[in-house]
């Protein structure tokens, strides 16, 4: 027998365990089951998984659970991300904090900061294999891949190597994202942005007015641009120069007329600092217009600046615009000016667009092998989702991607940082000339010195979909080329493409896009894989998780946190799961708080419960559950079982297809709807009178199997308790299949029928207020169903405590009595004797009278616009849930009365 309450704590590692030692989550390379791959986005290795991280755990364990159930082979590769500038920073923070080292680099050089990032993260990972472990994810800890370890090293350099060959790397002076603090380039996805109050200058220039929030950049200024169809400067000519008045002293401009000037914006014409706006370098590489460097890589001004050189920028700005209205040259400040300001993520301050040389990815250069066509980057990138070779669920965001692709730059895909994939190439002075040499190894000779720089992090997390498939041993022979390595991997050759990549729709852009370029370039010569693959097929994007308040979960924040595995400890992992998965929708962010984890736990209580009810009830009757193997003759079924396991097949039919379809929320609800309710509720309340353990167990499994992805702790403990004698564990277990014998539309609706009546006598009790012992007087008419009800007057008088019922084909005049209507039954429940009308109807009316003064307090006092435009949101918000709920109120109490009248 099952204990009285199900214990996750002593549960769910024990038999995590059992899944592990049992290999139940090793796929066979050599089977001739069709495969279905996952790759795990991995986790940075900086110590901790977040809600974020758990979320796509859950949801990956649903995809790979009931693609494993339905006899595929299932392989979820796990693995780790070495996160370049993130774990860099932050083990330099804790040198600084622990070791009271000022400049770690400085002190310790580049071998030996390296060897104690590395033991960092080796601990770091332990930790994140744990917690993995403890959201119950099924992956194949035998395939488990790290993005810094030598076989995917070797990976990194063959596909940079190969690129550089193609002349799709190259070096050179481009502008990029610096960071002054870190210093080093980072990438895009590793800005977050500010919204800030700024003064916004409006300056004299010449004949023109121009406005920036940003004068301190603005030494350099040279050309004046506007938008050629802009009327307002149509007597100024593209080229035409003048002298103008500036910061220290006269300067000679040129007028550019381009279109990607706003003339909506400010003045409709400004002037352009080439080496520190994006907008602005492109601009001035069109024209072939000179660019010069204003702000120094340490974040202070250039000798440009004359006398404000060596400031900070924030010191340097009061000083400039004083200057300049000393001159005359300023027009006006807007000082709440609202603007978003590109920080740091890592290092927390400014970026600051710098043009610096860098190793960069041409995705413009039609080199690119494709289907036996020869394309760029950016256009594989646009094709394979333009084709439907790959689908992005919710679609609304390929217009995202598109926009992103549409306007995707040259990737920078150097970093000045010590910790990553060090970039395979060498230097050497000889003879006066400079040597130098790309390769997956080192140059024979002396004299030669690697470029310090390395790779984006997501030059390697871009490879992750087939680069975690490559075959290990293989990659430590140098003799093999690229594509030798993957065309003697099995688990490539099996496993690629990838069926399904989930992730969060923050990311589309830097990851997604990413895998996709890396891949579709790599495997489009190779006509062994039909001249290109793509990483994946589907794209399932996950939106952000938020508090109660609709506040992003954030680390800087920690009231609005959710810590993962603090959740699991007090409600399970099965709990955490379901709140994660009911209720989110591919793309929306939703919101995740203690209550609502709590109310999965209490689901996961009631399934619990009916197991031991259905467990005790074998018990009772002396029959051993394992030995229950088939379902008796129909003839031997009442109208509830026929009924259910009519539901039952429905219910298969819904899940199996909502899964295939990743409508994982809808699934979820589905699921819990059918066993709080359906099964619970009414099957098991109407078995109690006549227990068929047949039906109850083959139900109960069946619902287990259905339940296995979504709470897959609980069900395997359970299944113990429930399985067939020849069964093993339940996550080898094959996906229900629907019974076409068991079918029964009509036995379904009856009972529903009989729901329904049972329903509405519990309604009017309670709207009558009738005390829930008190035995009642019910009359049913019903011409259809009388003949039904009147089989099932039992179930009626024991579910909805009735002591008189009448049950008739055709309706009566009946006095005292209240009613509801419904598709083909009346149903009318007798007053007499239960309650005082016209105490009632007084009590009522009174009732009534106080709410209807209250709701009059709360609208004055939300029309009143001193309270609603001072009173703090929440607290507004409260008082519209007040009148809300107070006005229902009312409409419940006038309906009675008019009952009652």
Known sequence: MLPKTYDPK????????????????????????????????????????????????????????????????????????????????????????????????????????LKGIHAFVENSKKTIR?????????????????????????IVVEV????????????????????????????????????????????????????????????????????PDDMRYAKYTHGEKMTVEWINGPVETTVIKDKAVDPEFGTGVMTITPWHDHADFEIAERHKLDKEQIIGFDGKLLPIAGEFSGLTLKDARPKIVEKLKAKGLLVGVKEDYLHNVALSQRGKGMIEPQIKEQWFIDVNKRVVKWKRRELSLKEVM?????????????????????????????????????????????????????????????????????????????????LWTWSTLVDRSLAGDFDLTLEDILLKSPDFLKFHPTDVLETGYDILFFWVARMILMTTYVTGAMPELEYGQAPFDVVYLHGLIRDREGRKMSK??????????????????????LAMIVGQSPGNDFRLYEEKIAGYRNFVNKLWNASRFVLMKCEEEKKDPSKIASLPPVNELTLADRALL??????????????????????????????????????????????????????????????????????????????????????????????????????????????????????????????????????????????????QSGHIRRLAKVGSLTIAAHPQELKSTVAVILAGAEVHLSLAGLINKDAELKKLAKEGDELRRYISGIEAKLRDRSFTDKAPPKVVEAERRKLEETSAKLKTICERIRSLA
């Open 646 to 791: 009519h539901a039952l097949q429905a219910l298969i039919h819904d899940v199996a297809s909502g899964l295939q379809q990743y409508r994982l929320s809808e699934v979820g609800e589905r699921l819990y709807a059918f066993v709080w309710d359906y099964f619970c509720d009414w099957y098991l309340e109407l078995s109690k009178g006549t227990v068929n353990l047949d039906v109850l167990v083959h139900a109960l499994r069946t619902i287990i199997k259905l339940l296995h992805p979504y709470c897959p702790f609980v069900t395997e403990e359970l299944w113990a308790s429930l399985k067939p004698a020849d069964a093993g564990m339940l996550i080898r277990e094959q996906w229900p299949t629907i019974t076409s014998e068991l079918q029964d539309q009509q036995s379904f609706d009856q009972l529903l029928t009989l729901i329904n009546v049972i329903t509405a006598i519990r309604k009017l009790r309670s709207e009558q207020r009738i005390a829930p012992g008190k035995q009642l007087t019910v009359t049913i008419f019903s011409k259809e169903h009388a003949q039904l009800l009147d089989s």
């Open 556 to 577: 800087t924040h920690p009231e609005t946190n959710i810590d993962p595995i603090d959740v699991i400890g007090k409600y399970g992992a099965d709990a955490l799961r």
């Open 10 to 113: 002593t549960a769910e590692d024990r038999i995590y365990r059992m899944w592990e030692e049992s290999c139940a989550f090793v796929a066979d390379v050599k089977s001739a089951k069709e495969p279905f791959t996952i790759s795990l986005p991995p986790p940075n290795a900086t110590g901790q998984l977040h809600v974020g991280n758990a979320m796509m755990i859950a949801l990956e364990d649903v995809f790979i659970r009931f693609q494993r159930m339905r006899g595929k082979e299932a392989l979820w590769v796990p693995g780790t991300d070495h996160a370049a500038i993130a774990t860099e920073s932050f083990v330099i923070r804790k040198l600084q904090k622990e070791q009271k080292m000022r400049d770690p680099r400085k002190e310790l050089g580049r071998e030996k900061l």
């Open 160 to 227: 940079f190597v190969k690129m550089y060959r193609d002349g799709l790397i190259y070096r050179g002076n481009r502008i990029v994202n610096w960071d002054p603090a870190l210093q080093t380039t980072v990438s895009d996805d590793e800005i977050i942005y500010e919204e800030r109050k700024e003064p916004f200058y409006t300056f004299k220039y010449g004949p023109f007015e121009i406005s920036t929030s940003r004068p301190e950049t603005k030494f350099g200024d040279k050309y004046v641009v506007m938008h």
């Open 130 to 154: 744990g917690q993995i472990r403890k959201m119950g994810a099924s992956c194949d800890w035998s395939r488990e891949h790290y993005t810094m370890e030598p076989a995917l090293n070797r």
């Open 382 to 462: 646009q094709e394979v989702v333009q084709t439907g070779l790959i689908k992005i669920i919710p679609n609304r965001f390929e217009k995202t991607y598109f926009h992103w692709i549409d306007n995707l730059r040259d990737w920078c895909i150097s970093r000045q940082i010590w910790w990553g994939h060090r970039i395979p190439v060498w230097y050497r002075n000889a003879a006066g000339a400079s040597d130098i040499h790309v390769g997956v190894q080192p140059p024979k000779g002396t004299a030669w010195e690697q470029d310090s720089d390395t790779l984006d992090t997501w030059f390697s997390s871009a």
